[in-house]
């Protein structure tokens, strides 16, 4: 578990923001290890997101910070205080869930006032406050209508706006935009984004789409078997992977055969420096990114073009080499139709920092 | 027999039915429903008719509300009063000791041996009645009952008495045999559907076990538990051979007062009064039945 | 406290064992009396009497023909109506997925009518019906299917309308008929293979109920098993009660066997049969 990059402050963020802090915590489910000894720090107002495959421990983390489920080993703090003794409902967080967030049988309005109900505000106040939040979530105008009456999208809005009406020391999102379709995930994310910062409450936020906690953190923690692989700024994770698992998870790899030396590895006839320069001499198999490769028509070239796909925004070509290797690359979207099945090629590769794996 | 009505005559690319003009294919659809109309129309609507027109004719075969009128003399009012007493009563004690069954049942594990046993035993055991039911009940409380003789071996008391088992109390405590694994079965799926998410957001936001039930989860099962419940008393109100094989004097209930109608040819007309009786009938149960679907609807919004 | 939710678990457990033992005590009660009556001999003692003449056949036949005109009769009518209500319902249900689903609302009406018409509603209106039943079939017991097909018609229609829905049959058969098959080849070599659970289901459903009918049977004057049993109890309650126990074995074996091959499917079954 590397952390070479401590939690930032975002020290000119408002709100309600309290510092988290999970250490050593364990949950074990008959001989599974769902978490092993993970030690997470979240700084004020800081929205850390938890990526990885399922079964990493990424939701078990989030639940164990709700208190829906027991520890069986270390403990929680919350603002400084150990609340892993506290019972769920005295913990004070926000929840959002993947799916089935609301209350089918209220109103919007409804759903949202609960949290305040149940701390017996006042009608007025508790009206008051339940409007203010839909507002923030721009669904004012759908206050007395019914869940089912409402899109998928929707529907999370609202959980949030009820998540956030308590004012809750924590924020927790267990995948609230998995159950949604691909531009509603996108619109959502950014919508959520843009009211965690307005609101500056701490955020947990546990996803697997890595593209989703690419967009959205302050910084990701990628989670593997119950702990943290790496947790960082989304640039670093990106373009610094602490771990071959790291770079395979996080945007696409391609594994190709290099040899290090020197500090360096030599791969495809291309000297490229290491994310680690420690390692050990010798042979490897490189992770080079596809935006590290570029694809350079030529008569002379020893790879050829198998097929290319364009992606609207930018292309996606898989290249041969003469040993038979595939190498994905992603090009301009202007160079795709040039680039046709058979096509002679000769590949470049950006002197980025890589990973490897013996 | 059937075949012959459900093949097109043209050939299989379907060049055949999609020449012919809509308003035709349209019919020859509707030909493929005519085996299942005429048997539902004979077997069913025509004994619906029977009883709904008969319930107005009188002896003479002209129309009368006389056998309308018979329905509100003192023993008939009695009897359907009877009815619905025992339907209510067994309806509520099988709903709610159901609900607490299915409710056991349903935090346990989805395919467990306990819920499996369960989900059987309650489909074989609503399926018992009749004949049978009102047999075991007998070989349990009547006059040479297990029952009976243990408790007259052992404590020297009479529990079968005034022979309470032979009329409504004997036949409430037998109705509920049946009723509770019916609610069991009814009310279980309502039960599944009460998501886990609602519990956790209720408790996230601050609420206590106590507070979720008052305002999720009793809000939300309430449309089914009283579905359910009206089911139970539809169920109880039609059912006739456990009251048939269970009480040979007198006719205290409405189904047994149709069989008197119907059996007995000591007065002349009298099976008009049983057309009306079992029209009474009907009303009752479809406006019960009624209730129940629209409860039905709001639960599969909510818990569906 | 951290122990909230196994304190909750452990008052979940007590509740449960407290609930479900009260309740197979009153459920297993009335069928041990059932097993304790038949087994009675002189003087206190215990004998299988009784069972054995019940499975003794020739002895069954001989001694209580009343029971087994009904028994026989029963075994009849349950293997016809579930035919009948097969040869009704799977084409008529299928026909109407593809060809006529704005009827299928009135298709589930007719069906489920059957709830608000309860057999002692029924039966009364059938007299004249089953006066020319009579009079064409002659006077039979097994004429009977046909008012069984319908009292069985909610529970069928609910069994093969699930298994309908899970199966897709409107992209089945399109796929068939582009590749060319004719609409018989589609309902035997398409929707019923792949019917076989919703069909089982009905099937069991269907002799469940026939085998428990009553109201029908002994109020239009026929035989069957419980009409029989209702006779026999006259002359022989411990026989009688016998019988009635070995049918809710069979009927329980014949739902579990069910519960066996319909999977993980809730048992939804018949409601008490008049």
């Known amino acids: 578990m590397t952390d070479a990059h401590p939690a930032p402050t975002p020290a000119e963020r408002p709100g309600h923001g309290v510092a988290v802090r999970l250490a050593g915590l364990r949950r074990t489910y008959g001989t599974v290890h769902a978490l092993d000894g993970l030690d997470l720090d979240i700084a004020p107002g800081e929205l850390v997101a938890l990526l990885g495959p399922s079964g990493c421990g990424k939701t078990t983390a989030l639940r164990l910070l709700a208190g829906l489920e027991e520890t069986d080993g270390g403990r929680v703090y919350v603002d400084g205080k150990d609340v892993t003794d506290v019972p769920a409902n005295r913990r004070d967080m926000g929840m959002v869930f993947q799916a089935y967030s609301l209350f089918p049988h209220m109103t919007t309005k409804e759903n949202v006032e609960f949290g305040l109900r149940l701390r017996r505000v006042d009608g007025a106040a508790r009206s008051e406050r339940a409007s203010e939040m839909l507002e923030l979530v721009g669904l004012s105008a759908q206050a007395n209508r019914y869940p089912h009456q409402m899109s998928g999208g929707q529907q999370q809005r609202v959980a949030l706006a009820r998540a956030l009406a308590i004012r809750p020391q924590v924020l927790l999102l267990d995948e609230p935009l998995s159950a949604l379709d691909a531009k509603v995930r996108v619109q959502l994310r950014d919508e959520i984004r843009r009211i965690q910062l307005e609101v500056g409450t701490t955020t947990l936020f546990v996803t697997h789409d890595q593209e989703e906690a690419l967009g959205i953190a302050d910084r990701v923690g990628v989670m593997r078997a119950g702990n943290l692989e790496q947790i960082a700024p989304p640039d670093v994770v990106y373009t610094h992977p602490a771990t071959p698992f790291v770079a395979d998870f996080v945007g696409l790899s391609n594994r190709l055969p290099g040899h290090v030396s020197d500090a360096a590895v030599e791969v495809l006839g291309h000297r490229l420096p290491l994310v680690d320069p420690s390692t050990g001499s010798g042979p490897v198999t490189a992770l080079v990114r596809p935006e590290s490769v570029g694809v350079h028509p030529s008569d002379t070239g020893s790879a050829r073009v198998v097929s290319a796909s364009f992606l609207g925004s930018m292309g996606r070509v898989s290249v041969a080499l003469p040993d038979g290797t595939l190498v994905l690359a992603q090009v301009p979207s202007s160079a795709v139709m040039a680039l046709t099945p058979s096509t002679a090629v000769e590949l470049s590769l950006a002197a980025v920092p890589v990973v490897v794996e013996h | 027999m059937t075949e012959s009505l459900l093949s097109p005559g043209p050939p299989v690319t379907d060049g055949g039915t999609r020449a012919l003009p809509r308003r035709l294919r349209h019919w020859s659809s509707l030909l493929g429903l005519v085996p299942f109309l005429v048997y539902v129309g004979i077997f069913l609507a025509v004994p619906t008719i029977v009883v709904v027109l008969g319930a107005f004719g009188g002896p003479d075969g002209r129309p009368t509300l006389g056998n309308v009128d018979a329905l509100t003399t003192p023993t008939i009012i009695n009897a359907f009063v009877r009815s619905i007493t025992l339907s209510g009563v067994t309806a509520v004690l099988g709903a709610v000791a159901g609900a607490l069954i299915a409710y056991t049942v349903v935090t346990a594990r989805a395919d467990g041996m306990l819920r499996r046993s369960v989900s059987s035993a309650s489909g074989v055991l609503a399926q018992f009645g009749g004949v049978t039911l009102a047999f075991a009940f007998l070989a349990t409380l009547g006059f040479n009952g297990f029952l009976t003789v243990f408790f007259q071996d052992h404590f020297g008391i009479n529990i079968t008495g005034s022979g309470w088992l032979y009329a409504l109390p004997g036949l409430m405590l037998v109705y509920t045999y049946f009723q509770i694994p019916l609610m069991v079965i009814v009310f279980l799926p309502a039960l599944d559907g009460l998501r886990p998410q609602w519990r956790e957001a209720a408790e996230g936001l601050g609420g206590s076990t106590w507070q979720y039930w008052r305002h999720v989860g009793i809000p939300l099962l309430a449309p089914s538990f009283l579905g359910s419940t009206l089911l139970l008393f539809a169920n109880a109100f039609s059912a006739y051979a456990t009251a048939a094989a269970l009480v040979s004097q007198g006719s205290p209930i409405v189904p047994l007062k149709i069989r008197e109608a119907i059996t007995s040819e000591v007065i002349l007309g009298q099976a008009n009064v049983g057309k009306a009786l079992a029209l009474g009938m009907i009303v009752v149960v479809a406006v019960v039945m009624f209730g129940y679907a629209r409860l039905q609807r709001r639960t599969a919004r909510w818990l569906g | ?274």
């Open chain 3, 1 to 274: 406290m951290a122990g909230v939710t196994s304190r909750r678990r452990r008052r979940q457990r007590v509740l449960r064992w407290v609930v479900l033992g009260t309740a197979t005590v009153f459920f297993v009660l009335p069928m041990f009396a059932m097993l304790e009556f038949t087994t009675r001999g002189m003087n206190g003692t215990r004998t299988l009497q009784t069972w054995r003449t019940l499975f003794d056949v020739p002895l069954l036949r001989a001694n209580y023909p009343e029971l087994w005109v009904g028994l026989k009769a029963s075994a009849g009518l349950a293997v016809l109506t579930v035919v009948l209500m097969l040869v009704l319902l799977v084409p008529t249900m299928t026909w109407v997925r593809l060809r006529l689903p704005q009827l299928s609302r009135l298709v589930e009406f007719l069906c489920l009518l059957p709830l608000i018409l309860p057999a002692i509603v029924i039966v009364v209106g059938l007299a004249p019906v089953y006066a020319w039943v009579v009079y064409l079939l002659g006077d039979s017991s097994l004429t009977l299917t046909f008012a069984y097909t319908i009292l069985v018609l909610p529970y069928a229609y609910r069994a093969l309308d699930a298994g309908l829905s899970s199966i897709d049959v409107r992209t089945l058969s399109e796929a068939a008929r582009s590749l060319g098959a004719g609409w018989g080849t589609i309902m035997v070599r398409i929707v019923l293979p792949n019917l076989r659970n919703a069909v089982l289901s009905a099937a069991f459903l269907s002799v469940a109920l026939v085998l428990g009918e009553f109201t029908i049977a002994s109020l239009l004057n026929q035989s069957n098993l419980q009409v029989g049993i209702n006779l026999l109890s006259k002359r022989n309650a411990s026989m009688s009660i016998a019988v009635s126990f070995a049918a809710l074995a069979f009927a329980f074996i014949l739902l579990f066997l069910l519960s066996l091959v319909g999977g993980r499917r809730g048992t939804r079954t018949a409601e008490e049969p008049a």
